[in-house]
């Protein structure tokens, strides 16, 4: 999920960059009265960056909310609804032999049923999973999504502390426009991603060919979740503006 999401956010962040530039650009070619169209002034430039960085937080702030579901649900179901597992090399009749090395003592070697993390029970048979990476991904998704979020809601508040009259215009359609697409891009990706991995979680059955489990749904679930409202919000947003 994170392979198609992080593309499209990698690729938006970017575009809104070089349109807010190309846009001053414009605007500041001069007329035929040779008088500039458009004045760089430091009130401008404040509001590019408080609704660029509105962007940018708001955006990091879902990643660390996915990322905060996906490890919590893990705690709440079982542990494949949210990491994919491989099985243990004990399945494949074998154990890895791994050397253990201790000071003043000949070299051991011990029968490994995993490269990382130990084997866990899942539908009749043995997969490897580490704990620390669902206890990881819990720490950094919460401190992601408080801190962004804290953040956002700054500059936020500070955009609506100019006043809606002195709100450059185009620069608030772009952040809108931006945000529409961006959210809409990722919900139309997220939400037959998630239906297709929970089908597919709950109509598992390991067999002898299976050599991992299904590809765990939690995530696409979280970007549902928090993507969908945003994709509402910003078209009400848009609607608002096109009727302005």
């Known amino acids: 999920m994170l392979s198609i999401l992080l593309p499209v956010v990698s690729f938006f962040i970017p575009l809104l960059v070089i349109g807010i530039v190309i846009y001053i650009i414009v605007m500041m070619t001069k007329n035929k009265d040779g008088k500039t169209k458009f004045k760089l002034s430091a009130k401008t430039l404040l509001q ?8 940018l937080t708001l955006g990091i702030a879902v990643i660390g909310g996915v990322t905060a579901i996906r490890a919590s649900v893990s705690y709440i179901f079982e542990v494949p609804f949210s990491y994919t597992l491989q099985r243990s090399n004990s399945y494949m009749g074998y154990n890895e032999t791994t050397p253990i090395y201790e000071p003043g003592y000949p070299v051991k070697e011990i029968q490994a ?20 990476e669902r206890k990881t991904d819990l720490i950094n998704g919460i401190s992601l999504f408080l801190s962004m979020t804290i953040l956002f809601a700054i500059h936020q508040y500070a955009i609506s502390k100019i006043g809606e009259e002195k709100i450059i215009s185009w620069l608030k359609k772009i952040y809108t ?3 529409l697409i961006l959210y809409s891009i990722v919900s139309i990706v997220a939400i037959p991603t998630a239906i297709f991995q ?3 979680y709950i109509l598992f059955e390991t067999n ?17 979740l928090l993507a969908v409202p945003l994709w509402i919000l910003f078209l ?9």
């Not at 590019?48 to 962007?55: H, M, Q, T």
């Not at 050599?211 to 979280?222: G, L």
């Not at 009400?236 to 302005?244: A, D, G, M, V, W």
């Open 113 to 132: 049923e995993c490269y990382q993390g130990n084997p866990i029970h899942f539908h009749g048979s043995d997969f490897c999973f580490d704990s620390n």
């Open 48 to 55: 590019i960056y408080l609704f660029v960085i509105s962007f």
């Open 208 to 224: 002898t060919n299976v050599y991992s489990t299904p590809s765990a749904p939690a995530m696409a679930i979280a970007v549902v």
């Open 177 to 179: 426009f931006a945000s």
């Open 198 to 200: 929970l089908t597919n």
């Open 236 to 244: 009400r947003e848009t609607t608002k503006l096109k009727e302005e």
